[in-house]
Nanobody, 118 residues
Framework: QVQLVESGGGSVQAGGSLRLSCLDS?????MGWFRQGPGKQRENVATISRDGRPIYSEFVKGRFTISRDNAKKSLYLQMNSLKPEDSAVYYC???????????????WGQGTLVTVSS
């Protein structure tokens, strides 16, 4: 049974930082972070290929850094210069196949809440 366990969410003031982690129970091709804010649709934050190539959404470029450790089956998201609009539930997701679309995922974590206050 696939398990993705996220950690690192919490509350922070605007301008602060948080680091999210995700532990995967299997071997992933693409991995990614997605988020869903209150009353909003889920959106892609960043994805990373198995060989470490990241793709960022425009709204996090220069502020967030996605990384992974394949030996530890782990995914990370370093979030700096956080803004209130970054408040959302953040989901870790993984792909078990090498899809052409790097944002296509097969499994999702339960989500971790990030709250940024002004």
């Amino acid at each position: 049974q696939v398990q993705l366990v996220e950690s690192g969410g919490g509350s922070v003031q605007a301008g602060g930082s948080l680091r999210l982690s995700c532990l995967d129970s299997g071997n992933a091709y693409s991995m990614g972070w997605f988020r869903q804010g209150p009353g909003k649709q889920r959106e892609n934050v960043a994805t990373i290929s198995r060989d470490g190539r990241p793709i960022y959404s425009e709204f996090v470029k220069g502020r967030f850094t996605i990384s992974r450790d394949n030996a530890k089956k782990s995914l990370y998201l370093q979030m700096n210069s956080l803004k209130p609009e970054d408040s959302a539930v953040y989901y870790c997701a993984v792909a078990r196949y090498p899809y052409a679309d790097p944002s296509k995922m097969d499994y999702w974590g339960q989500g971790t809440l990030v709250t940024v206050s002004s």
